[in-house]
């Protein structure tokens, strides 16, 4: 299941890349999008939902098919990070308990725990930024894989994927 915000993501990596290579097809876009999941499913006579021959948006379907696996790549990749931006707040509130643990006993002061921004772990860290080299270069791999498998030269493959990179590049 596709959601709206999903879809206006793939539209977004999407439409940039077709510009790029066949801005003939720009018109199609939406439709293509829109068909994907009657694609998925094994209607491929139908793909664009008004009898339009596949062949005519090559560039479109490779485009919106290496943008779903990067917009599923990065919501993967949001997960992760939640769940591990969750595990590293459970870390810091665990750590200031037995802090004040130690700082309750007697003999014994909350020196004698770990000090605040000892760690990565501290809530002073740095928020995460834009994607980094590495997902980045992952991103353009499975675009380009995904554009390559949907039938496009190598080098559309390598126009598309730039593009989804390039959209990603704030």
């Known amino acids: 299941m596709t959601t709206r915000r999903q879809q206006a993501a793939v539209l977004a990596l999407a439409r940039p890349a077709v510009a790029a290579v066949a801005p003939e097809e720009l018109p199609l ?3 293509t999008a829109a068909a994907w ?7 491929e006579d139908e793909l664009l939902g008004f009898g339009l021959d596949a062949s005519v948006a090559v ?9 779903r696996a990067v917009v599923q790549l990065l919501g993967t990749a949001v997960v992760d990070a939640a769940r591990d931006e969750t595990s590293a707040r459970i870390r810091v509130w665990m750590s200031r308990k037995v802090r004040r643990s130690c700082a309750d006993r ?3 002061t909350s020196t004698d725990a770990p000090a605040p921004g000892a760690g990565p772990d501290d809530e002073t860290a740095e928020p995460a930024g834009p994607l980094t080299a590495e997902q980045l270069r992952r991103v353009r791999a499975v675009s380009h894989d995904r554009a390559r498998a949907a039938g496009v030269s190598a080098g559309q493959a390598e126009l598309i994927a730039d593009a989804i990179v390039g959209g990603l590049s704030w």
């Open 29 to 31: 876009l939406e439709a």
């Open 37 to 43: 999941p009657r694609r998925a499913r094994g209607d």
């Open 59 to 67: 560039v479109s379907i490779a485009a919106v098919s290496a943008a």
């Open 106 to 108: 007697p003999g014994r």
